[in-house]
């Protein structure tokens, strides 16, 4: 990764000392977050996509907006540059008497949030 001025890691896949030696090779190190969809089901699942076998998430969920923002801070804290957002366009995948537009709010009401944070 030495190559790159920019890389993007599964924040779960990568160790303190890994991070810290990529930052002093000034690479900016950017954290994924599925911002749309998750492995594990909860309160603010909706759907599944059966593509990936993941819960699409309830975009205007309070549970699911709180859940993205500790996740941002956590890595933040972590020492990560920023966030590399994936998923935002899975609200698209429920059925087309769902409410698209609230997703389309709460989609944007989770980027604002994260973008404070980072």
């Keep these: ?4 001025s920019r890389v993007v890691v599964q924040p779960q ?3 303190p000392h890994e991070l810290n030696w990529l930052k002093e090779r000034n690479i900016s190190v950017y954290a994924y977050l599925s911002v749309g969809e998750s492995f ?3 309160e ?9 076998n993941s819960h699409i998430a309830d ?3 309070e549970h699911w907006q709180q859940h993205l923002q500790k ?3 956590e890595l933040q804290k972590r ?5 590399f957002l994936d998923t935002l366009d899975s609200y698209q995948l429920l059925k087309p008497d769902y409410d698209k537009a609230a997703q389309q709010v709460g989609l944007v009401n ?3 949030g994260l973008s404070s944070t980072f």
């Design 1 to 4: 990764m030495t190559f790159y």
């Design 13 to 15: 896949s990568i160790t």
């Design 40 to 42: 594990t089901e909860n």
């Design 44 to 52: 603010s699942s909706v759907a599944k996509n059966p593509h990936w």
């Design 59 to 61: 975009l205007t969920a």
């Design 71 to 73: 996740q941002a801070r």
């Design 79 to 83: 020492g990560f540059n920023g966030l």
């Design 110 to 112: 989770i980027i604002k």
